[in-house]
């Protein structure tokens, strides 16, 4: 068997649950196990590493480089066990089962919990096998021994750092990010650049991390294993010496906490607004569903983006220059304190129906995402055809088992049911009583996009139940997350919202605005059920977008087969402060005093010291580039970063010219100076580039030759 570092996305419900959302649509009605709870269950431990530790990559799925995701179904039970396991989507046998062995051995979960009682509750779960990192599958990045340098390493740089000439001569500072393996005899190998820092220091930070004195390995029940560690180097010329910042121990940033991160804005609304379609693609018909994970830090801020799943370039590069620009969250909490949490986050570019998109011929419009003119459906009684045909197991009637099993299938062109597949589980024998019967139906009419057949996902509820009479019983508890007519408001909900919405005076004072996020169920009679909010602001909002659902007047209820039931709904409920004359006035010179100041002319600065890169001008390379810094408290400049580049030697040029800039006014937030960031635009062209700096420059240069 070979270990392989698996890493487990949960998927947050504050980015991911709404009405029509299927991905959690199998039934939640076998007795009483919840789809949802006030208090949901959650692991006691860190999950992340139980899967790391535990997870071993199957034999056959290594040789034949399979890798993917299993999809996992569980319950936690009243007392947080784990039982009824089951694969929700599969890879391989091989992998399912170590999948299913995995989660079934975990341990105990805290319970989700019902009106102050312990209740079952299911739950799902992703687990991925990644061949990534397979040839180097024995190295680990978390050990609960971590590997320790024997010696002083400040002492060490100290003694051992070369400021490189090229880099001291252009003024180059920054910090070198390493990535290597401390090996079971302290010795370090397998060196890699995380980072790229110009003028020779990449390889002055690469012979220091090589003739470093032996480490302490990493351990693993007592025995030296092989781990991966990550260390920047940092050069900086106003010490006049290197210094290495505390390790990035990669393992303390969690893919679970107590509290997950929230974003205190309207994620939906900022994703539609920031993502620019790039041409190429538009024109080229592309779409795709890029996955990007990122890791929320302390302060809110968002850092280490990269795309765990994306088909085009193009398209990775447009998600993750949304991601990088996203405003701060609110950062996750582990016992009550801010921490790194990683975070994912689908970006999804659908182009619009007018759009021609290059679909292949036998493409399958998903229920997820997709948005054919009309969806396939069944011209017969579907209910007739199922109550007429499933056979009720011996085995399921002898152990009482009873539920409704949803099957999902492929309606092709020709309106023929393919690719059937349960999406949850009773036992054996009505799972494979369930698609025996939905293999077998009649074909159905097919879906239509502009005016053709299409290939298109469906779904059908398969019923197992003893009698008429246990089947309603179990029905009236049934709460779908998805029906074939959702409910629908019969009046303008917007404007419902707006006349009942009060804001919290809590809310004014703290100046909290936001979104509330608020699920409840409608009823077969169109009545409000059961409201919660799932992603609050907190400042009395949450109670407040409560009560306004709560008071709303009866819906048109959704229907299954032609009858009224109960359906999971999810509304976001915005506060925003309206403010007085006074107001305005106030926090308008409040915003002006935070913004830091220059106190010097900077076009004049920038035309004294630029230095155009001597690549860039042979290559005639022009452009902008872009600089995000910090204005400390003391009006120094801090925290300099590239944001967008040209590069050519441009981006370096552009961050030295920042990070050398005169102080400025710091900002100002209560009367007190603040730590602000700036973003600064460096223009170069090849038409301006008679600076002062650059003929200095080229002075220098001919009196060189000379």
């Known amino acids: 068997m070979k270990w392989l570092l698996v890493i487990v996305v949960f998927i947050t419900n504050s980015l991911v649950i709404s009405a029509q959302n299927l991905n959690t649509n199998d039934t939640s009605f076998r007795g009483q196990i919840y789809k949802f709870t006030e208090q949901m269950p959650k692991p006691g431990y860190d999950i992340h590493r139980y899967l790391k530790e535990h997870l071993k990559y199957p034999d056959s799925a290594y040789k034949y480089g399979l890798q993917g995701r299993v999809i996992l179904t569980f319950i936690v039970n009243e007392d947080g ?35 102050g009682a312990a209740v079952k509750v299911w739950e799902m779960l992703p687990v991925s096998f990644d061949l990534t990192s397979v040839a180097t599958a024995e190295v680990y990045d978390y ?54 820092v110009k003028g020779g220091c990449n390889k002055e930070a690469l012979r220091l991390i090589k003739n470093m004195p032996p480490w302490n390995p990493g351990k693993i029940n007592g025995k030296p294993v092989k781990v991966w560690f990550n260390l920047p180097v940092t050069f900086d010329l106003k010490n006049g010496s290197g210094a290495v910042n505390k390790e990035m121990d990669i393992s303390a940033i969690k893919s679970h906490n107590e509290q997950m991160p929230i974003p205190p804005y309207d994620i939906d609304m900022y994703l539609r607004n920031s993502i620019h379609y790039p041409d190429s693609a538009r024109e080229n018909g592309l779409t795709d569903r890029v996955i990007v994970r990122f890791v929320i830090n302390e302060n809110g801020s968002i850092s280490d983006c990269t795309v765990k799943r994306g088909v085009y370039s193009i398209l990775n590069e447009e998600a993750l220059s949304v991601v990088k620009r996203m405003p701060p969250f609110v950062p996750g909490m582990q016992d009550g304190k801010p921490v790194k949490t990683y975070f994912t986050l689908p970006i999804v570019f659908n182009l619009e129906r007018t759009t021609i998109c290059k679909k292949p011929d036998n493409y399958i419009y998903s229920l997820n995402f997709d948005h054919p003119d009309s969806w396939p459906k069944a011209e017969y009684d579907v209910v007739k055809y199922l109550a007429e045909n499933v056979k009720y197991p011996t085995t399921a009637k002898l152990k009482n088992i009873e539920g409704e099993i949803l099957v999902g299938f492929v309606v092709n062109k020709d309106g023929i049911i393919t690719e059937c597949e349960n999406k949850n589980h009773l036992d054996r024998a009505c799972d494979s009583e369930a698609l025996r019967v939905a293999e077998s139906m009649p074909a159905w009419k097919p879906g239509f996009l502009k005016k053709k057949p299409v290939n298109a996902e469906a779904l059908v509820v398969i019923p197992f139940y003893p009698s008429e009479e246990a089947k309603q019983r179990a029905q009236s508890k049934i709460v779908y997350h998805y029906v074939d007519q959702m409910p629908a408001a019969g009046y303008d909900i917007n404007q419902y919202v707006e006349v009942h919405r009060k804001y919290p005076d809590s809310a004014k004072r703290k100046g909290i605005t936001g979104r509330v996020l608020v699920k409840f169920i409608v009823t077969e009679t169109g009545a409000i059920d059961s409201v919660v909010a799932i992603r609050g602001i907190g400042g009395g909002c949450d109670e407040e977008a409560i009560r306004v659902i709560k008071n709303m007047p009866n819906w048109n209820p959704g229907k299954q087969n032609g009858k009224p039931v109960k359906v999971f709904y999810t509304l976001s409920i915005p506060f925003s402060r309206t403010l007085s004359n006074e107001e305005i006035v106030a926090e308008t010179k409040a915003m002006k005093a935070a913004i830091p100041k220059r106190t010097y002319d900077f076009l004049k600065y920038v035309a004294d010291s630029l230095h155009y ?27 300099c970063t590239v944001t967008e580049g040209i590069g050519y030697g441009c981006d370096e040029e552009a961050l030295r010219l920042v990070q050398n800039m005169p102080p400025w006014t710091p900002g100002k937030k209560d009367g007190k100076n603040t730590r602000t960031y700036f973003t600064q635009s460096i223009q170069f062209s090849l038409d301006s580039s008679n600076h002062k700096g650059e003929k200095r420059r080229k002075n220098k240069n001919e009196n060189s030759d000379e």
């Open 143 to 196: 050990v609960p021994e971590l590997p320790a340098l024997g010696c002083n390493f400040d002492k060490y740089l100290a003694d051992n750092l070369y400021y490189p000439d090229s880099a001291r001569e252009n003024n180059i500072n920054g910090q070198v990010f390493l990535r290597f393996v401390v090996n079971e005899d302290g010795s370090v190998g397998n060196m890699m650049l995380l980072s790229d």
């Open 81 to 115: 066990n784990i039982s009824n396991c089951a694969v929700e989507r599969g890879l391989s046998s091989d992998c399912d089962e170590e999948a299913i062995r995995v989660i079934r051995n975990m341990p105990k979960w805290k319970p989700g919990q019902k009106d």
């Open 613 to 639: 890169p001597d690549y860039a001008r042979i290559n005639n390379k022009e452009g902008k580039v872009l600089i995000k810094f910090a204005v400390d408290e003391d009006g120094l400049i801090s925290d």
